[in-house]
């Protein structure tokens, strides 16, 4: 069940619809061969259904007004032409779809925010730490499987604890969302962000090398140097050594701090490039 429905919810709302017109006449037909004595109004639930939870509301409403005129259409070729029974059931039927697809929607609503506000942090808007795990997971197996590169930024901001010491806790809570978006107008649509820690976000990069990765940096901290930010990045691309995706955020974290260190040392300078692995 969990396979169907994921693709399912893989699938266009079009594709949906088109899905549930196939089971609204299959059914249709099944109904007018059996005649006006055998009752279909509660599996016309299912396409109505269907378009409804993956679809969404305007699928649903459609669906049920097809599924009514459906059962209208079988009830009058069944021998109801000369009686206003059939015009009655068709309406009640209708009635009754529109409240499941009301409540279905609602109830769908319901579950996709609750499922964005587990996935989300709360003060950034980013991804937290627990959907990071189950995208990154994904996106390792499809790498080892089919080849690809996989890369991992680490990034901590320099000073964050002074900022909020010296100019307190609202300054430091917008600085952490204005990184946040920083990062997600220099990544693409299949790229991930997420926030692990008070200060520390992680990237998420399919197909993409150190180097990509590197251009990635670059464009994030053209963004917030010039207003006053700077951080530091571990950079890693996934490789045989990296066993899961504990062993790849440690190692990009292990990074990072070599990266912040070396900026304490006379010999470095302070725009030094991101340390990678």
């Given at each position: ?13 079009v ?33 109505v ?5 993956y ?60 499922r ?91 197909h ?53 260190h ?16």
């Amino acid at each position: 069940m969990n396979a169907l429905d994921r693709s399912f919810a893989r699938r266009s709302p079009v594709a949906i619809l088109g899905v549930a017109l196939v089971m609204a006449v299959a059914i249709g037909w099944i109904d007018f061969a059996t005649g006006v004595y055998l009752s279909f109004a509660l599996i016309y639930l299912a396409p109505v259904l269907l378009a409804t939870a993956y679809a969404g509301c305007a699928y649903g409403l459609a669906m049920a007004g097809v599924c009514a005129a459906a059962g209208l259409l079988g009830d009058l070729a069944s021998g109801g032409t000369h009686s206003l029974y059939p015009v009655w059931n068709a309406g009640t039927r209708l009635g009754v779809f529109v409240v499941v697809v009301i409540v279905v929607s609602r109830l769908r609503t319901a579950h996709q925010t609750e499922r964005a506000l587990a996935r989300t942090d709360p003060l950034t808007g980013v991804a937290n730490f627990r959907w990071f795990e189950e995208v990154a997971q994904r996106e390792m197996y499809s790498s080892r499987r089919y080849g690809g590169p996989l890369s991992l930024i680490y990034l901590d901001l320099d000073n964050f604890k002074r900022i909020n010491d010296e100019r307190g806790h609202a300054a430091g809570d917008q600085l952490l969302r204005s990184v946040a978006s920083a990062l997600g107008t220099s990544l693409r649509p299949s790229d991930l962000v997420a926030r692990i820690g008070g200060d520390e976000f992680v990237v998420l990069l399919p197909h993409t090398d150190r180097d990509g990765a590197e251009t990635v940096v670059s464009r994030v901290r053209s963004e917030l140097v010039p207003v006053g930010v700077d951080f530091s990045v571990g950079i890693i691309q996934l490789d045989h050594a990296v066993g899961s995706i504990d062993d790849l955020v440690g190692k990009a974290d292990e990074l990072m701090y070599e990266a912040k260190h070396a900026k304490g040392r006379a010999d470095v300078p302070p725009m030094a490039h991101p340390v990678r692995a």
